[in-house]
């Protein structure tokens, strides 16, 4: 059974830095598109960064996030990250991770079969 389980979110200040996981099981995730979503209360889930295979430069971020977000794999241990710094009040959101066999535009999580439970990331002072 594919399973995609998150951690690593929590009450940060502004300014600072988080990385969040996301561990597979179930599957290899390095042949799957692996996309970052966030959902702020009353708002839609909208896609941070996705990562369309595991070659270099495959990796897409949303230009609200792009210089603050970094998606990598470790495929050794099957599982994803998303590097955050900088963080703001706007970036308080649950953060979701998933999984499709491919998908273009990885950004649209319309596209993903699997998703993880979230872990809530809060920017706050």
């Known amino acids: 059974q594919l399973q995609l389980v998150e951690s690593g979110g929590g009450l940060v200040q502004p300014g600072g830095s988080l990385r969040l996981s996301c561990s597979a099981s179930g599957f290899t995730s390095s042949y799957y598109t692996i996309g970052w979503f966030r959902q702020a209360p009353g708002k839609d889930r909208e896609g941070v960064s996705c990562d369309l295979t595991d070659r270099d430069g495959d990796s897409f971020y949303a230009d609200s996030v792009k210089g603050r977000f970094t998606i990598s794999r470790d495929i050794a241990k099957n599982t994803v990250y998303l590097d955050i710094n900088n963080l703001e009040p706007e970036d308080t959101a649950v953060y979701y991770c998933?999984?499709?066999?491919?998908?273009?535009?990885?950004?649209?999580?319309?596209?993903?079969?699997?998703w993880g439970q979230g872990t809530l990331v809060t920017v706050s002072s």
């Open positions: 998933a999984a499709v066999g491919y998908y273009d535009p990885c950004l649209d999580p319309s596209g993903y079969d699997e």
